[in-house]
């Protein structure tokens, strides 16, 4: 019983320790669209390095139910993220019809830490979200 009660321990840490690494954030912004208003909302998920090991990776999900392709109007210019002083650019991967991959380049063994913030643009509209490493 005390092999059992340890095993469960150590895999309830474990995945604790993996859900610790992934901070989301929600939002939404609204946009006027063929003279209409549209209310968009998103979670923006760090989920840390990305297919490489030098990049880091943003989820963003877009709650979207009226049939936008929201992740194609994502303009890459308007991506990057503040870490201290520095501003690192970064480039959007479409992942679905609802949410796309924002991946910026980081040095071998740098990762983020304090505090970060993600700027992007969706339909011209400035997103911005702060997240505590």
């Keep these: 019983m005390k092999v059992l009660t340890a095993i469960l321990v150590s895999v309830l840490a ?8 992934e901070i989301s954030e929600k939002g939404s912004f609204g946009v006027v669209i063929n003279q209409n208003f549209v209310t968009f909302s998103y979670v923006a998920t760090y989920v840390g390095k990305g297919e490489t090991d030098n990049e880091v990776a943003f989820l963003l999900e877009f709650n979207d139910n009226k049939g936008y392709d929201v992740p194609s109007e994502i303009e ?15 480039h959007s991967e479409r992942k679905s019809a609802s949410s796309v991959l924002l991946l910026f380049p980081m040095s ?3 990762d983020l830490e304090g505090s970060v913030t993600l700027y992007t643009k ?5 997103l911005k979200k702060k997240f505590r490493f």
């Design 14 to 21: 474990a995945g604790s320790a993996i859900a610790a690494d």
């Design 108 to 110: 071998d063994g740098e």
């Design 76 to 90: 890459d210019e308007g991506t990057y993220i503040k870490a201290g002083r520095k501003q690192i650019q970064g």
């Design 122 to 126: 969706v339909f011209g509209s400035k």
